[in-house]
């Protein structure tokens, strides 16, 4: 797999997996680890290892932990205390705090008193004898300020481990001194970091009181594992927050959710962009020094502490794996502003990540620090369309760009979920990157057919590339039911589209569902380890279809689908008998094999070189309509008349050489034909035309097709006489021929299940015939009964019979002159119409008029067949002159030709119930032994 690509098995093996680096371990040897890990996780106890339970009290705490928390409540105590002492604060902080408490206040629903500005609104939190809803914001914001005080102190005393940095005085009550001191500005260190600068949330300067609790906090600080860290953030939490964590809130389970997203983000790129053309991300691994790269990310929405959380605990659990790609995430509130807290709290969180992971790996910590931020920034800045200035970059004010997007809509289960979404992709279309990717967490399906007309605009601009569902996933919590991943069109990308498609026709993804039961978090690794496992097992080739059962609980599932009206077409389809359903789509894999099983397979153009070897069969895949591709195979020789009229721009020519000693090319017609064979070639073709061969190679064709049991004798004797009859080619089906006919397709039904593949040769062959009979008999079907009159076997039998001129006198043909002038007779015939008119007793009579230039000259009065051989007759008399027509035109007997008609008409009907029970046995064929 792509050496750039990190995956969620070597977090659980210990190992870096990379088929492209000479240190990456075997590929057995690696799977033997991750088997052992797998089994190891089934013996352990059916119930959470409880890294923490929320309905535990803190006292589990680490010792390092319990001391800090101590401190803690003293510095909140401290926060409080200095807030008041606040002579004013400034505007350009007041302002932000005035938005954030409408905002709180509007979400309780509080009422709250009229307040004329924001100066009103910072004398009552300065009054003791403030309302309720106050003292409840304040309380929130003061618990905010401790919890980014906290993480900078953190900041500061990771740092200082790096260089042996001492931490003084200065450092403790103003940890963005300590900060400017190691990243200097003009220094090849620089880097702004919001968080470390005079924010809403980091005006707090210690009291003198408090230093030697904080210099003690310090010495504790890097003793506190991450998990015990986030605990001390939830001490920090506000009252009504902290009664919404007495539900089971495990941070296990946050560190494998983090795990399921880090996947998403860096392990299933990298396949998209294999198999689906989706655009290669570059330049990410630009830093040579560590040779790891910054990989931009923006998280929006919904649960955004849960996902901050979960995160930041997945990549605290795993730095010890050399990366390639950090994700550097960003999370952006609703009404996000430069003041908002999580981005900060976010950033601070990133900022001490990496600095760990510079000690894991023992880089040149400060260094390794500045060169991430830097490529973030440079990343987030540097794109295509920008133009290069020959100024500091650092000056100029970019719009931010990403490498990945997660919009969280998980628990929006009302109508309100379509128009956020849809809204927040528009919006968020020129936050990304040509070559990024967007993920949407959705609580509901977003592909049905009432929101077509919004999911047309959105794929004017996006390209769905792959969805997964796991809505049957039970207990799964906070991982969302249906998860989209877009990607822009931009640059020229186009990866489905074609010459001869509209926006969109082509619009197929990827589809992949999970059900089971998650019954403890062990289970959400075996999950994140078999999506792993699916992407390097098929990373060269991708299968049509794709199942597998993780356990007695789980069941992996893929295959490729097409948007049609704002629906997938296979993937929402409940039906039993389409070829995805998850029972259905069990047997199709124990039934079938790859194509490539039955044949050898060479691309052929018809060169010189290739003539010679003669390849007995030719299959076309014939792309010219990009909503149905067909498959077709034919007589190897018949490749000059095919590609001649097919031609080389959407259709595509295999040599087949059969593995197989005998083998009927009539079987694979058929099964192309056939309800599921379609199916098939729609799922195994439906992402366009790229590695055409290789999804040829790994089509689905019906085991049975490799042959069985030999037809005994005394049936072959039995069918011989009218096969040999068939095999004459007179296309005569006599009463007692259609009876013999009947009577072999009974014996043929009872034999289809236990000699399948020879009863589909037979049968294809009897269906053939009789098409070919249909066909010569002559009989059309439209809007009324008629005869194809450029039929041979038609004409040869109208010119037979007796022949009569149709003026003057035809008993059978009544003509009607509208002129008055003879000269007007020798006016050319340009146009005809038949229609039905008006006659005696309002009884419709057909009529054919005779113009020219619009202009009916003379109307025709017959019956519609007789009138029908009229027509098709001057067709071919168009511009000769009427009255020419009128005397040399000679017509059968009307009676003549309705009994020849009734005759082919009742054999046509006999020969199409032929047909259809002949149809009706093949296809219980394929139902029979792929379905059942």
């Not at 923006?298 to 849960?306: A, M, P, R, S, V």
């Not at 490729?560 to 199709?588: A, C, M, Q, Y």
């Not at 168009?878 to 054999?907: C, M, R, T, V």
């Amino acid at each position: 797999m792509n050496k750039n690509l990190f995956t969620a098995p070597a977090w659980l093996s210990g190992s870096f997996l990379s088929s492209a680096t000479d240190q990456s371990p075997k590929m057995s040897e690696l799977l033997l680890s991750l088997m052992q890990h797998q089994e190891k996780a089934k013996t352990e106890e059916n119930t959470p290892v409880p890294a923490w339970d929320s309905r535990a009290s803190f006292e589990d705490l680490s010792a390092p932990a319990l001391a800090a928390k101590e401190v803690l409540a003293k510095v909140l105590e401290d926060v409080c205390q200095e807030f008041q002492k606040l002579p004013q604060m400034p505007r350009h902080f007041l302002n932000p705090l005035y938005e954030e408490f409408v905002a709180y206040a509007n979400k309780l629903e509080a009422n709250v008193p009229y307040l004329s500005g924001n100066l009103e609104f910072w004398n009552i939190l300065k009054n003791e004898k403030r309302e309720t809803v106050f003292t409840h914001f304040l309380d929130n914001y003061t618990r905010k300020v401790a919890a980014i005080f906290l993480q900078r102190l953190r900041l500061v005393t990771t740092l200082s481990s790096l260089d042996n940095f001492k931490i003084g005085k200065s450092a403790l009550k103003n940890p963005t001194n300590f900060f400017l001191k190691v990243f200097k500005k003009g220094s090849s260190r620089e880097f702004d970091s919001k968080a470390m600068q005079s924010s809403l949330y980091s005006w707090y300067r210690p009291s003198d009181n408090i230093l030697g609790d904080l210099n003690r906090l310090a010495q504790l600080l890097p003793q506190i594992p991450s998990h015990d860290i986030l605990r001390l953030s939830f001490s920090l939490r506000p009252s009504q927050q902290a009664k919404a964590q007495n539900r089971v809130y495990e941070l296990e389970y946050l560190q494998h959710y983090g795990s399921f997203l880090t996947s998403l983000l860096l392990s299933l790129p990298p396949f998209l962009e294999q198999h689906l053309g989706s655009p290669k991300r570059t330049g990410v691994n630009k830093n040579q020094r560590s040779g790891m790269g910054a990989l931009c990310c923006k998280f929006i929405g919904q649960k955004l502490t849960t996902t901050m959380e979960s995160h930041f605990l997945s990549q605290e659990h795993h730095k010890h794996i050399p990366w390639k790609q950090i994700i550097c995430p960003e999370f952006k509130e609703a009404n996000d502003t430069e003041e908002s807290f999580l981005p900060q709290y976010g950033e601070l969180l990133f900022l001490c990540f990496i600095a760990e992971l510079s000690k894991e790996h023992q880089l040149p910590g400060l260094d390794f620090i500045a060169d991430i931020m830097q490529d973030l920034k440079t990343r987030q800045t540097d794109c295509k369309k920008r133009q290069a200035s020959f100024f500091d970059r650092s000056s100029l004010n970019f719009d931010q760009q990403y490498d990945a997007i997660v919009i969280n809509f998980s628990h929006i289960e009302d109508n309100s979920l379509y128009p956020k979404v849809f809204n927040t992709l528009h919006k968020e279309r020129n936050s990304l990157r040509p070559d990024g990717l967007i993920y949407v967490f959705s609580s509901q399906k977003l592909l049905v057919p009432s929101k077509n007309k919004q999911i047309s605009q959105l794929l004017k601009k996006y390209h769905l590339l792959c969805n997964l569902t796991l809505k049957n996933l039970n207990n799964r919590r906070e991982i969302a039911p249906y998860i989209y991943v877009f990607s822009p069109k931009s640059c020229g990308f186009a990866p489905f589209a074609s010459a001869s498609s509209n926006e969109q026709a082509g619009n197929q993804c990827l589809s992949l569902r999970i059900s089971g039961d998650i019954k403890n978090f062990q289970d959400i690794n075996s999950i994140v380890y078999e999506l792993e496992n699916f992407y390097f097992d098929n990373f060269q080739s991708l299968p049509s279809l794709f199942q597998k059962e993780i356990s007695e609980n789980f069941l992996l599932e893929a295959f490729s689908d097409t948007i049609i009206e704002g629906k997938l077409l296979h993937f929402t389809n409940k039906d039993l008998s389409r070829v995805t359903h998850p029972v259905f789509l069990k047997k199709i894999l124990k039934n079938c094999l790859p194509f490539e099983q039955f044949f050898s397979i060479h691309n052929y153009k018809g060169t010189e070189q290739e003539e010679k070897f003669n390849y007995p069969l030719l299959l076309i895949i014939d792309a010219r309509n990009q909503e149905r591709i067909n498959l077709e195979i034919v007589h190897g020789s018949q490749f000059k008349a095919k590609s001649e009229e097919y031609g080389f721009v959407f259709c595509h020519y295999f040599g087949l050489i059969p593995k197989l000693k005998f083998i009927d090319p009539n079987l694979f017609k058929e099964f192309f034909a056939s309800d599921i064979g379609k199916q098939l070639i729609d799922i195994t073709f439906g992402h366009g035309v790229r590695k055409i061969k290789q999804k040829l190679s790994s089509m689905l064709i019906p085991r049975f097709f490799l042959g069985g049991h030999e037809l005994p004798l005394a049936i072959v004797n039995t069918l011989a006489p009218l096969l040999q009859e068939l095999e004459k080619d007179d296309f005569s089906f006599t009463p007692e021929k259609i009876i013999r006919m009947e009577q072999s397709l009974s014996l043929l039904k009872s034999l289809s299940a236990k000699y399948p593949d020879k009863i589909l040769s037979l049968g294809s062959f009897i269906k053939d015939k009789i098409q070919l009979a249909v066909a010569r008999l002559g009989i059309k079907k439209d809007n009324y009964s008629s005869l194809d009159f450029d039929n041979s076997k038609t004409m040869m039998a109208i010119s037979q019979m007796g022949l009569a001129p149709i003026y003057p006198g035809n008993p059978d043909a009544f003509v009607e002159f509208h002129t008055n002038k003879r000269s007007e007779l020798e006016f050319p015939l340009t146009s005809m119409k038949l229609a039905e008119e008006d006659g005696l007793n309002n009884v419709n009579t057909p009529c054919l008029r005779l113009k020219n230039n619009d202009k009916c000259i003379v109307a025709i009065y017959s019956s519609r067949l007789l009138l029908n051989f009229i027509q098709n007759l001057l067709q071919h008399a168009q511009g000769a002159s009427l009255s020419k027509i009128l005397l040399s035109l000679q017509i059968p007997s009307g009676q003549e030709l309705e009994k020849f008609y009734a005759i082919n008409s009742d054999q046509e009907q006999k020969l199409s119930n032929l047909l259809k029970q002949t149809g009706q046995i093949l296809s219980g064929i394929f139902t029979q032994h792929i379905a059942d």
